[in-house]
């Protein structure tokens, strides 16, 4: 038995498998909308496009000629079709043929969320596969399903190969257009820094460098001539906004903790700083303070304070172990009723390898404790979108994320989905008016195949967001300060 990619020309003969074993042991339990509606999905005609402009791939498992079973999925990491012939069903066919699913969606993609529509009589199939329940079971055009997901093994998200390329780029859009498009590899030097007093984790890292061919050296970042070194970098340069006379005050907290793994731990090291208010005349202090020390240690509590039983099961397959996170804030904006709050964290996931950098806000209300999102304070009309577009690309013009995803799309993700596992929006306010973005990792095609990390936003001056307020009572607080 061998598994292969499906090449077009042996697609069709993978979709006649597909409708044999479903008309056989799937179809009876459907309605006729629904047998209907799964024979449409698998049309030639349908499903080439996708295949041709890569947002499907297929692969077979094969015993010597004969196709024995089929699987496939979407560049978002959604499993389409896994069928196996009744004859080879439970030899292990199905496993195989995730495995390769697997490692596409993980090596290649980058990817961090594997998700499926399980069919009711699979459910325990892929319970063994490693996926778990999302939501309850769903009838939908007919056809009954489970939605799914299984969250990748950290160690397993890295880019492929071992091939010089640029390093990750963040981008803040932050300051005048055009400034501050950040290199992760100022970030990481940083991190060095901080982890220098632990000289066999620093080795380590460096060892990881070597062995990956210089993954995160080699040849000139992209952008990097435009970034002056006299300029303020990433949240260091927002123009805060700090309200005179405040009625409290902000006091910064720590969380350190560090192990170079010779006591039984893992290797790790974290370093998170957040704000707390202190001298609230209401009930809301306590609320707030943990709303912000959790947005700061979203990390930490996932990766080892508060880890679910697959973190904990792929931490204990890797080989090469290490976690990190290096949380840096900038309160941007504080009134009397309203506080907006930047984080900045940069962190390892488990392994060398699954770097990332996030870009996470805070923006409450000082007197109930509301938190805003972005679609609570401006309407998604096509008018901000292509509006919010147009001055994205002006912060930052050569980066591919913005030319990769359509208009729609970045709408759900202000929208406050998070997309295909990988975008989500952020906003915070500041002494010039409102940053509206999002963070974003994804592997570029353009750069040599390496996953790009970072995030990108774009600023609206108070006067130029008006025509796109909603009625949120955040306008009044931010109304009123000044």
């Given at each position: ?75 978002t990491g959604h499993i389409r ?40 009589s699979a459910v325990e199939a ?357």
């Amino acid at each position: 038995m061998y598994i292969k990619q499906l090449q077009q020309g042996e697609i069709l003969d993978g979709l006649h498998l597909v409708w044999e074993v479903f008309a056989e042991e799937l179809a009876p339990a459907y309605t006729p909308q629904g047998v209907m509606e799964f024979q449409n999905f698998i049309k030639l005609e349908n499903i080439m496009p996708q295949a041709e402009r890569g947002e499907m791939r297929f692969w077979g498992a094969y015993e010597n000629t004969e196709l024995c079973g089929v699987a496939a999925v979407q560049s978002t990491g959604h499993i389409r079709l896994m069928f196996v012939r009744k004859k080879w069903q439970r030899q292990g066919i199905a496993k195989m043929l995730f495995a390769e699913i697997y490692r596409y969606c993980t090596a290649e993609l980058g990817l961090m969320k594997i998700t499926v529509n399980s069919a009711v009589s699979a459910v325990e199939a892929y319970r063994r596969l490693g996926f778990r329940e999302s939501a309850p079971q769903q009838l939908v055009n007919g056809i009954p399903f489970v939605p799914m997901e299984l969250m990748a093994a950290p160690g397993d998200i890295r880019p492929a190969g071992k091939k010089k390329s640029h390093r990750a780029l963040i981008i803040g859009g932050c300051v005048t257009a055009g400034i501050l498009l950040i290199i992760l590899g100022i970030l990481f030097g940083n991190l060095i820094i901080k982890i220098s007093r632990n000289g066999r984790i620093r080795e380590q890292i460096e060892e990881r460098r070597e062995d990956n061919g210089g993954i995160y050296g080699g040849e000139s970042e992209p952008y990097a001539e435009e970034v002056p070194q006299e300029e303020s970098q990433g949240i260091e340069a927002i123009p805060d906004y700090i309200e005179e006379d405040l009625p409290y005050t902000i006091e910064e907290e720590t969380y350190t903790y560090s192990s170079d793994g010779r006591s039984g731990e893992y290797p790790m090291e974290f370093d998170i700083h957040y704000p707390q208010i202190k001298g609230l005349d209401n009930e809301q202090e306590e609320e707030i303070n943990a709303i912000l020390k959790e947005c700061a240690m979203s990390t930490v509590n996932t990766i080892y304070l508060e880890p679910s039983e697959d973190m904990k099961e792929a931490m204990l397959q890797e080989d090469s172990p290490f976690m990190a996170s290096q949380v840096t804030y900038k309160v941007s904006y504080a009134g009397k009723d309203f506080i907006s709050v930047v984080f900045n964290d940069h962190y390892f996931s488990g392994n060398y390898y699954a770097e990332f950098v996030d870009l996470r806000t805070r923006n409450l209300s000082l007197s109930d404790g509301t938190r805003y999102e972005t679609s609570d304070i401006v309407e998604l009309n096509d008018e901000f979108m292509a509006d919010w577009k147009e001055r994205m690309k002006g912060e930052a013009p050569k980066a591919a994320v913005l030319d990769g995803l359509q208009l729609n799309q970045f709408k759900k993700i202000l929208g406050g989905e998070i997309l295909e596992n990988r975008y989500y929006d952020n906003f915070f306010v500041d002494a010039d008016g409102i940053e509206i973005g999002l963070t974003y990792h994804y592997r570029s095609e353009e750069n040599g195949g390496v996953i790009e990390r970072g995030w990108i936003t774009a600023p609206f001056t108070m006067e130029e967001i008006k025509p796109y307020r909603t009625n949120s009572s955040f306008w009044k607080l931010v109304d009123t300060a000044k």
